[in-house]
């Protein structure tokens, strides 16, 4: 009997979860409801974007100081400030022990303006020489002091960072690249230091904080390599491990009309500010295109071509990347994502871009909230075509969405405990919501529009074309569970469809 009466009440539980929207397990599944949204229907004006037409060749020379004149010194590498990184720990050091087979020295640059020929004049061919009609080798690291003003000018055809001697270009003044190429350098094949593997030390370029970077209609090929700051071509704030601890602006700099090839990371900054990358050429790089991290704000990202970059992502955006631009850029064939924004990366704006052919999905946003997403078009992507993960406050107006794999737009939340991401510098919260307003949703393989459990879920105005089933328009996730409703508000009332959970 009493066997009886514990089953009995055991199924009486279970029945009360079930109404209540829970599970057995204890585990919250709320039931939705779906109405004609009350007010105005969700519209927006044109979001502004920044004036591009100030960022021109013209306006980088009007940039640059050529007095003072600078002077060059060869000096070894311990105790200066801007090489700290690179020399701390036996195994940073002795890389270059190594190379040089002697104690390391590099190439200062002091006080004012020099132009590379100028200090190739300035030195022993040992460190820098000609070794053909304006063919320039470095040696020796080229290490540019605070003051002091390096310029790589159309005067050189190419000037190439030899990975053999251990080269490469630390800016803690201003750096001028223009109209030139830029080459890590194998002595020993005679040709680019092409990439092998991710611990094989290659040149690179870091700029620290306070520094001026502007590379302008030039070529930088084979730069990077894993270890700290030497992913390619870096601007960042000075690291924690360099002394003594200096408080500086935060660095910027113009990367414009120039092609970036076979590059570790074609480019990273940390709290970098204002930096425009702009008509610039992003292909075959390995780990990411172009990867602005760490409390970067105000960057402009347009117009630039990313492709064929062969781990990760086209563009990503991560840990607290705000207030930037990302238009008018193409990314494609990438091993992943097109465009990802990632770790509370908020209040961007991501407009008349174009993602397809991506092994993954097209655009990704993953715990990155209030976020706009208008007329951006992505095709043809291996999963989705926008997806957008444990994110609220997220618009997306007026993106076209075709036969990408899975959906055209997926939203849904995730436990990421037990992940590897760091939950204490990444705080998130398992929520989600959207706003989808316009747009062409057409021929996406699953279904148009799959969102699970959000806080609130907005759409109007869709198209929705050429469906992949056999039977037709078919949604999944929640608005499956709504789609005769669903089509009846958007499709006969014309009005904005308001999706939310029901109060328990």
């Not at 036996?90 to 640059?109: N, Y």
């Not at 076209?400 to 995730?414: D, F, P, R, S, V």
Request: aromatic share 10%; net charge positive; hydrophobic share 40%.
């Amino acid at each position: 009997m009493d066997r009886v009466v514990k089953i009995g009440l055991l199924l009486a539980a279970m029945l009360l979860m079930q109404t209540a929207g829970a599970t057995a397990g204890d585990v919250l599944i709320p039931r939705y409801s779906i109405t004609e949204a009350p007010g105005k229907p969700l519209l927006i004006k044109e979001p502004k974007i920044p004036d591009l037409s100030g960022y021109t060749a013209e306006a980088v020379a009007a940039k640059i100081s050529y007095k003072p004149a600078g002077r060059a010194l060869i000096q070894p590498m311990l105790k200066e400030n801007a090489l700290d990184e690179f020399i701390g720990g036996q195994d940073r050091f002795k890389e270059w022990v190594v190379r040089q087979k002697q104690m390391p020295v590099a190439i200062f640059i002091d006080r004012g303006y020099m132009s590379l020929t100028q200090l190739a004049r300035s030195l022993p061919q040992t460190a820098l020489r000609e070794t053909a009609p304006g063919v320039f080798l470095a040696r020796l690291p080229i290490v540019i002091r605070p003051g002091a003003t390096l310029h790589i000018d159309k005067s050189v055809k190419e000037l190439r960072l030899s990975q053999d001697g251990g080269s490469f270009l630390v800016n803690d003044g201003k750096l001028f690249i223009t109209d030139t190429k830029v080459t890590a350098w194998s002595e020993k094949d005679n040709s680019p230091a092409w990439f092998k593997k991710d611990d094989v030390f290659r040149p690179f370029l870091i700029s620290w904080g306070g520094t001026e970077t502007y590379i302008v209609n030039s070529t930088i090929t084979s730069f990077g390599y894993t270890e700290s700051k030497s992913y390619g071509v870096s601007i960042s704030q000075y690291s924690p491990s360099m002394a003594p601890k200096m408080k500086r602006k935060k660095p910027t700099g113009w990367l414009i009309n120039s092609q970036f090839v076979d590059n570790y990371f074609g480019f990273y900054c940390y709290e970098a500010d204002d930096v425009v990358i702009l008509r610039n050429t992003y292909r075959a790089n390995i780990v990411y295109g172009i990867d602005p991290h760490d409390r970067s704000r105000r960057l402009i990202i347009a117009h630039n071509d990313v492709f064929d970059t062969h781990k990760k992502h086209g563009i990503i955006l991560s840990r607290e990347v705000n207030d930037s631009w990302i238009i008018y850029n193409r990314t494609y064939n990438n091993q992943l994502s097109g465009i990802v924004l990632d770790r509370s990366s908020v209040n961007n704006l991501l407009a008349y871009n174009e993602t397809y052919k991506n092994r993954s999905d097209g655009i990704t946003l993953y715990e990155s909230g209030n976020n706009l997403m208008w007329r951006n078009r992505a095709a043809d992507n291996d999963r989705h075509g926008i997806r957008v993960r444990n994110s609220t406050g997220v618009r997306l107006y007026e993106n076209e969405l075709m036969a990408n794999a899975l959906t055209g737009i997926y939203g849904h939340i995730k436990d990421l405990r037990g992940s590897d991401r760091d939950l204490k510098e990444d705080p998130y919260e398992e929520k989600l919501s959207l706003t989808v307003v316009g747009g062409k949703l057409i021929g996406n393989g699953s279904s148009p529009i799959a969102v699970f459990s959000p806080t609130r879920l907005e759409l109007y105005d869709l198209t929705f074309l050429a469906p992949q089933k056999q039977d037709g328009l078919a949604f999944t996730g929640l608005l499956g569970d709504f789609q005769g409703d669903l089509m009846d508000i958007l499709l006969r009332r014309h009005a904005a469809a308001l999706i939310l959970p029901e109060t328990l």
